[in-house]
């Protein structure tokens, strides 16, 4: 999971997980910082005794053009989210995503290797990741023709200018 620290990102959901999960084969780790002038932002004092009490490695800030390909799964359980930059750098690298549904993630229902949880039941996800683990994981090159012909910042600001053409 790499996000901003905010409670609303779902990183309470995302220890619990980790909590509940028995298999040693999996492997939970949380990237991003914290957002001191955001009141939903965890603190440097719950973020340790979360991370201590629990089997997910926080990695702290990471350079995600350079290090999001060393990791197999992102996660985003976000209860809110605007378009989701790092589930489209996730999906461009093929790893497969797992997010909750909201406006900013539903565009992942285009992709290979994603799944979009429509219920957050923790439960579940942690069911979901066990099967993922045995199953045969493959990086998916389509994405990168589906992102490449739909997602470009050219096409983006492209729309923008047709949405809010003014005469």
Not at 9 to 17: A, C, P, T
Not at 40 to 67: A, M, T
Not at 69 to 90: K, M, P, T
Request: glycine content about 4%; overall charge negative; some cysteine.
């Amino acid at each position: 999971m790499s996000s901003r620290l905010l409670i609303d990102k779902g990183i309470l959901d995302f220890v619990s997980i980790a909590n509940k999960n028995e298999n040693k084969k999996l492997k939970f780790f949380l990237s991003g910082e914290i957002d001191n002038g955001n009141p939903k932002s965890i603190n440097h004092y719950d973020l340790q005794n979360l991370i201590n009490n629990s089997p997910v490695e926080y990695l702290g800030y990471i350079d995600l053009r350079k290090e999001l390909h060393n990791y197999d799964i992102l996660i985003s359980l976000s209860d809110y989210e605007g378009f989701s930059r790092v589930l489209l750098e996730a999906a461009w690298v093929g790893l497969f995503c797992i997010s909750t549904l909201n406006p900013g993630t539903e565009f992942l229902s285009n992709f290979e290797n994603s799944k979009i949880i429509e219920n957050k039941d923790n439960n579940q996800i942690l069911l979901y990741l066990n099967n993922l683990l045995n199953s045969n994981l493959k990086i998916s090159n389509k994405n990168k023709i589906i992102i490449s012909e739909n997602y470009t910042s050219s096409i983006i600001a492209n729309q923008f200018s047709k949405l809010y053409y003014l005469d």
